[in-house]
């Protein structure tokens, strides 16, 4: 249970953090949404963790815990794929 609470203010922070950074008036709606996207599927992911479970037996990955590290592999090469061409 503690762990949760741990994990939620984590999100809050990044979440807050994230939301500061100014950039055009169309580029910062999209991607604020995109930011309360990832933060209430993180909420969802760590308040019930057996969503994750169900997501993730739906989409033929054995656990939850599975599905996430997939997740973070995917978003993290898009990143730093962002950040590469974004710097040429």
Do not use: H
Not at 40 to 61: Q, R, S
């Amino acid at each position: 249970m503690l762990s949760q609470w741990v994990l939620v203010a984590a999100l809050l922070l990044v979440g807050l953090y994230l939301l500061k950074a100014k950039r055009s008036a169309n580029q910062q709606a999209i991607r604020r949404l995109f930011i309360v996207v990832g933060l209430i599927a993180g909420f969802i992911a760590v308040l019930f963790p057996e969503y994750t479970n169900a997501v993730a037996g739906f989409l033929g990955i054995g656990r939850g815990a599975d599905l996430l590290l997939y997740s973070f592999v995917v978003f993290a090469l898009y990143y730093a794929c962002l950040l590469y061409t974004s710097e040429l």
